[in-house]
């Protein structure tokens, strides 16, 4: 088979998109091995830092945490997509002027965040709004203000992972990710060694190394390898504002909703439970979480590959590369089944005998993990190719009812944390069929021809810039 690959590489039976692709996702698959070594390590870590409750306390923190990365992703995802027509078509000077009007963007609304965030502290009572169990709820707005401010800062340096993805760079923001992780890794393992369990010494390790590493490598980056594209007052154009606000727009919304349907399980099972049942959910999507973790590593790069190849109008390409990426989530499946098998005696060896996740959890969170794979293939066309209009508007009447569904979950069948896993499943399944049903309608308006050069490139980059 190997030989066969080669052999198909050598003949130009392989086109360079996929090749391109291909040499991403073997290089993430290293990347992210060392990312889920690292992962496995941190969990048992923090907690034998900190008690079991703090715990829960701190993974209720990081969801709401990770609400202030949508402002970052959407501008950025705005970006990837143009970009990806602009490096085609080799035209650095617009996409230097895209490049320095995003990071003005995204400058500003870190400022705005973090002005909100500190004026509003004063008035906020985070302990009670989210059924916080602490004695000291004055260190606990401490600790998320902190938190909310390094995340608010963090926006400002973001972008320059949608360039790399934009430049189908993919294992170089997973390389990005692994140097933060393992300098938090070796924070917390100097303050296990080192100092007394502190939730606010957790927020000091977890807030710093993305902010240090994203720092030091955008000046590198744009020093060298994307000097021609680096951000500059001088090319700030306000005629793009109104252009990114609005793809950025469309996205900022999905994003609003993905954030809250994909990473707030525990800020709702604190709400209705208590920041103690929060603990086993997040170990058992950690748990789970890995499958699709892997699964992205394989998944990141067709985002940009997509883009190039409906740009070009290779239907053929698309076809093969969707039907391939279906056949892979099939081996997930297999992966997820066996997960759930031996689940008791690899969770008790990872963290011990101290938290006990019940098998209705599990065999949940296998199933919103298989539905969330299937949704990834065709979310990741619909997005490359820009077109979530639809997306957009049954996401927004969907939230409504996916908060409905909680609500009740917890409140009248008192299914518990199980709650979570239940309602995702369903808004999973749900986006799978309506971007299934998308990525039909766009494929069959598409010419059957399968050349990389149609006569429409030009025509089909001037529409995926305006929208």
Request: proline residues 3%.
């Amino acid at each position: 088979m190997l030989n066969k690959f080669i052999a198909d590489i050598r003949s130009g039976r392989i086109d360079t998109r996929t090749l391109v692709t291909y040499r991403n996702v073997i290089e993430s698959f290293v990347v992210k091995g060392l990312g889920v070594l690292i992962s496995l390590i941190s969990v048992p870590l923090t907690i034998r830092y900190v008690s079991m409750g703090e715990f829960g306390v701190w993974m209720t923190i990081t969801s709401l945490a990770s609400w202030f990365s949508l402002v970052d992703v959407s501008f950025g995802n705005g970006l990837r997509n143009s970009l990806v027509v602009f490096f085609n078509a080799g035209d650095q000077r617009t996409a230097r002027q895209y490049v320095s009007t995003v990071y003005m963007l995204s400058g500003i609304m870190a400022i705005v965040l973090i002005l909100a965030i500190v004026l509003g502290n004063a008035q906020a009572n985070w302990a009670e709004l989210f059924n916080i169990e602490t004695t000291n709820p004055a260190q606990i707005n401490t600790i998320i203000t902190f938190t909310l401010v390094g995340f608010s800062i963090q926006l400002l340096l973001k972008p320059l992972n949608s360039i790399l993805l934009a430049a189908q760079r993919s294992a170089y923001v997973g390389w990005i990710m692994l140097v933060v992780n393992a300098l938090t890794l070796a924070c917390l393992y100097a303050a296990v060694q080192l100092t007394s369990p502190s939730l606010l010494t957790m927020a000091h390790i977890y807030t710093w190394p993305p902010i240090l590493v994203f720092g030091l490598i955008s000046m590198y980056l744009f020093s060298r390898t994307y000097a021609g594209i680096a951000p500059r007052l001088a090319d700030v154009r306000r005629t793009l504002v109104r252009e990114l606000f609005n793809t950025g727009g469309q996205f900022f919304v999905l994003q609003i909703i993905s954030v809250l349907v994909f990473t707030s399980g525990g800020l709702f099972i604190s709400y209705f439970l208590g920041s103690n049942s929060v603990g086993p959910y997040s170990i058992a999507s950690k748990y789970f979480g890995l499958v699709t973790m892997l699964y992205g590593i394989v998944l990141t790069p067709y985002w940009s590959a997509f883009t190039d190849a409906y740009t070009r109008q290779d239907k053929r390409w698309i076809v093969r590369t969707m039907n391939m990426l279906n056949r892979v989530s099939g081996l997930m499946v297999v992966i997820m089944i066996v997960l759930v098998v031996i689940a008791r005696p690899v969770l008790r060896l990872w963290i011990g005998s101290e938290i006990n996740i019940s098998m209705d959890m599990m065999i949940w969170m296998a199933l919103y993990s298989v539905s969330l794979i299937f949704l990834g293939n065709y979310n990741s066309f619909i997005n490359g190719v820009g077109k979530i209009r639809k997306l957009v508007i049954v996401s927004s009447i969907g939230v409504i009812v996916y908060i409905g569904l909680i609500t009740f979950l917890f409140r009248y069948v008192q299914a518990g944390p199980v709650s979570v896993a239940i309602a995702g499943t369903a808004w999973n399944l749900t986006l799978l069929l309506v971007c299934r049903a998308d990525y039909k309608k766009l494929l069959n308006a598409m010419p059957n021809s399968d050349s990389t050069e149609s006569p429409k490139v030009e025509i089909r980059i001037r529409q995926l810039v305006s929208q």
